[in-house]
């Protein structure tokens, strides 16, 4: 069984793609590192996302890809968008800056100092079991 819970954005389809406005007072930006395949490209500086915990993904010998995941924060904008220029790891090659409400800023802020367990299994199909930060 794979166990992951890395971060993924979902790119959410709104008529133009309309960006609704938060008070001041009440939102709170948080900078998000991702791997690019968890990250659509129609995700764009003022496109709202849903911030999504990867909680499994499978991939069939076929290519097939299965994810579960969970909700973090829903219906937030992307500030801004960045690649990464020479990342440290795979799962930092997108920078993201999310602005999000202040109540889903701590959820955000546990899950990115969360130590995850990662089964990793290479081309010759030896699994390893690895810990990271999600």
């Not at 299994?121 to 999600?134: E, I, L, Y």
Request: proline share 3%; no cysteine.
């Amino acid at each position: 069984m794979l166990q992951i819970a890395l971060m993924v954005l979902s790119w959410l389809m709104m008529p133009g793609n309309v960006a609704v406005g938060f008070a001041d007072d009440e939102t709170s930006t948080v900078e998000v590192y991702f791997a690019r395949e968890n990250v659509p490209a129609e995700v764009k500086t003022g496109s709202r996302v849903h911030l999504l915990r990867l909680d499994g993904r499978t991939v069939t010998r076929t290519g097939k890809v299965s994810q579960t995941t969970t909700i973090l924060a829903s219906n937030v904008v992307a500030e801004s968008v960045t690649m990464v220029e020479k990342p440290a790891s795979p799962e930092q090659a997108v920078k993201v800056v999310l602005r999000v409400k202040k109540i889903q800023l701590r959820t955000v802020e546990r899950a990115k100092t969360q130590m995850v367990t990662v089964m990793e299994t290479d081309s010759d199909g030896n699994r390893k079991t690895v810990k990271k930060r999600a």
